[in-house]
Every structure is written in structure tokens, then in C-alpha cells.
């Protein structure tokens, strides 16, 4: 068997398709995640046949029972969930270890390198380490990860999110004729950032429609209060609304729904950027042909962000004036954020390649569990 963590939505999303191709080899495969919403992911999108199960806490005697349960053949994490105790008792049992897309920021990188010797000792536990990007790569060798190949962002072979054709026909229907424009994956503090933009900007465009999806759909209550003390029109998602021909602001307070939205609105900023969050991943929209605004704090994807700055494909924008200027600008130049849409979707297909890489990777590894298996059954 094969065993597969990510941590959340965002980590579960992006290997997907990884896990839909070892699954077709016939190979059995548990998924473990730690919260809810990437268990109703897991739900709606893994494949049949495929198990989840949430992780258990890093308490040594849970741990092992999880494992004498399930006794895999093969461990892959994804990206940088780490649990200690996870991993030592998993390699005590000389089960193989790969992380894959892995991810390590250079503000992590830092913090651990006064754990130095307490993260070399995890590290080496991995037989191999797929990194995302060569900067991903050096900063796990630096922290002692012995063996390191780049291999890609798996995120950027991610299928574009899927929608229901109903909704979008209905948004659609309720969005016609309005400029629109979005800001998806806000954190606390980003929101009143744009509510004061689209104050500012309905003045020269009255019908203006903003969306907003905050990146913790709870947090979209506190929104509407924003834009009600703002004096605006509220329309919230999740409680059934629709925007009316007065709705100045849509709170898309649901899960799962930015494929919808990035369809739907040709310019969106990307949250977690104008406060110091990391910024939050731009593939989606890129690949659904929105044209891009981001903060300065992007050290999340800082590579792929600086790849679609420099072909220019994305904006960047300072503080809450540059990003009103920046929506301003695209809402009245239509041609011109096509053209940066483009480049877009353009700049994230040439930096695909990623899955291919990994299974390549994951070969000889999946190889002598398939063998291993038809021994067994001789």
C-alpha cells in the first residue's frame, strides 16, 4: 500500500492527479489529510477505491497504531507537513520516505536553521526529496536533506478547478452586463483594502461588482459587516443570495468555488500578498484566463510569481492606491488585461511537466511494491 499526506486542501488539490495515476496501476493507496474541508475534498474528488482517513495526532502510541493498521509500503508526503513523530516511527519500520512538491520558504528556512540539527535528523530520514523549484532544493540541503532532485511544481499541472455548469449559467445571467472584478483568498486586513477600492471606483463605474473570497470561509459574516459599515449592498454566497442589480459586494463565502469565480471575473487580486501572509497561488486564475494584481508578499510562490511579473502576465501592486490604480486601469482597457491573461496562461503551461517528472521519479520505488505484491500473490 500506498501511503500519501498532505496536509489541506491546497496540498490534497495539487496531487490529485499524482494519485490518480498510481491508483490506475492497480496500486492500493490511503490518503491522510488533517481538517475537515480536505476531507470533503477527498470525498468528492479521490479516486474509487482510493481510502481516507485523517491523521492521527503525533502521540507516539497513536501513531503506531496507525501504522500497524494500515502497514504501508511506501510513505510520500506533500510539500512541508512534517509531523516528528510520524516520521520516526514510519522510518523505524524501514517503510521508504519521499516528500514530493516539496516546499520550504526561505522565512522557514531561517527559523529552522536554529533547529538545525533537530531538522537534519528528520531530513535524512527521506529516501529522496522532490523539490518544486532549484530554491526549494538548496534550502532543504541546506538544512541537511541528503538526497534532493527538482522536479516541479505539481500545482502547475493541475487540471483548471471544475464548476457546475448550472451556477455558472446563473452567476452569469446575474453578473451580465457589470464590470466585475475579484479578490480571492483575502486574509484579515485585505478585505477593507478592497471594499475602499471598489468606493473609490464605483465613482466612475456604478455598476462595478466585487467579489470577495475570504481564504477562511468563516471569516465571511465578519466581511459583510465591512461592507455594510461601508455603506455598500451585501449579497453573502452562503446563504443562498445572489447579487442583485444594487449589490455592490459579493461575499463568496463557500468552499471550492474559485473555479467559478475566476470564470466568471476577468481581473482578480490574489489575497495573502498585501499583508504579510506569503500570497496565496495564482495557477487558477492564470489558467481560467483572469488577468493577475498581487502584493509584494508572495514569498509562498515567489518563483512562479516572478516568472509572471517579468513576462508580464501579472501586476504588481504596493498598497491599497497602486491596486485601485491597477483595477482602474484594466477596467478600462479591456484589450490590454487579455493581453496580460494571456501571457498568463501562457507563462504557468511552459513551467508544467512537474507529474511527469515525479512518477519518473517514484518509479523504481512503485516498481518493487508491484513486484513485491505478485510475489506475495504466487
Given at each position: 500500500?500506498v501511503?500519501?499526506?498532505g ?99 526561505e ?18 530520514r ?7 523549484t ?43 452586463g ?58 453573502q454566497r ?141
Amino acid at each position: 500500500m500506498v501511503w500519501l499526506h498532505g496536509a489541506s486542501v491546497g496540498e490534497l488539490a495539487s496531487v490529485l492527479p499524482l494519485i490518480e495515476r498510481i491508483a490506475a496501476r492497480g496500486v492500493n493507496m490511503l490518503v491522510t489529510t488533517g481538517t475537515v474541508t480536505s476531507g470533503g475534498l477527498a470525498e468528492q474528488r479521490l479516486p474509487a477505491g482510493v481510502i481516507h482517513q485523517f491523521l492521527p495526532l503525533d502521540v507516539p502510541r497513536f501513531v503506531r497504531r496507525f501504522l500497524d493498521h494500515w502497514q504501508p509500503d511506501m510513505a510520500l508526503f506533500v510539500e512541508s507537513d512534517l509531523w516528528p513523530n510520524v516520521m520516526i516511527e514510519t522510518s523505524a519500520r524501514n517503510v521508504p520516505m519521499i516528500l514530493v512538491n516539496g516546499r520550504l520558504s526561505e522565512r522557514s528556512f531561517e527559523r529552522w536553521r536554529y533547529l538545525q540539527d533537530t531538522i537534519a535528523s528528520l531530513l535524512q530520514r527521506f529516501d529522496l526529496c522532490l523539490a518544486r523549484t532549484p530554491g526549494d532544493a538548496g534550502r532543504l540541503v541546506g538544512l541537511g536533506a541528503p538526497r534532493v532532485v527538482t522536479s516541479g511544481n505539481l500545482k502547475l499541472d493541475v487540471p483548471a478547478p471544475p464548476v457546475d455548469s448550472v451556477e455558472l449559467a446563473a452567476l452569469a445571467e446575474a453578473f451580465a452586463g457589470r464590470p466585475v472584478i475579484a479578490a480571492a483568498s483575502t486574509h484579515a486586513g485585505e478585505e477593507d483594502i478592497v471594499i475602499a477600492a471598489h468606493a473609490r471606483l464605483r465613482k466612475n463605474y456604478p455598476r462595478l461588482l466585487t467579489l470577495i473570497a475570504p481564504r477562511h470561509p468563516e471569516r465571511g459574516a465578519g466581511v459583510v459587516a465591512i461592507a455594510k459599515a461601508a455603506s455598500l449592498q451585501v449579497a453573502q454566497r452562503s446563504r443562498g443570495e445572489k447579487p442583485q442589480a444594487a449589490t455592490d459586494i459579493y461575499v463568496a463565502d463557500t468552499l471550492g468555488e474559485l473555479g467559478l469565480l475566476y470564470r466568471l471575473a476577468p481581473i482578480v487580486f490574489i489575497g495573502g500578498s498585501l499583508v504579510r501572509h506569503g500570497g496565496q497561488n495564482p495557477i487558477e486564475p492564470a489558467k481560467l484566463g483572469a488577468a493577475i494584481l498581487h502584493g509584494p508578499h508572495v514569498w509562498n510562490f515567489v518563483e512562479l510569481y516572478d516568472a509572471l511579473d517579468a513576462a508580464h502576465g501579472a501586476e504588481p501592486v504596493a498598497d491599497a492606491d497602486r491596486l485601485t490604480a491597477g483595477l482602474s486601469a484594466w477596467l478600462s482597457d479591456p484589450a490590454g488585461r487579455a493581453r496580460v491573461a494571456d501571457v498568463a496562461r501562457t507563462t504557468v503551461d511552459s513551467l508544467g511537466g512537474a507529474l511527469e517528472r515525479t512518477l519518473q521519479s517514484l518509479e523504481p520505488y512503485l516498481v518493487e511494491l508491484q513486484l513485491r505484491r505478485r510475489a506475495d500473490h504466487a
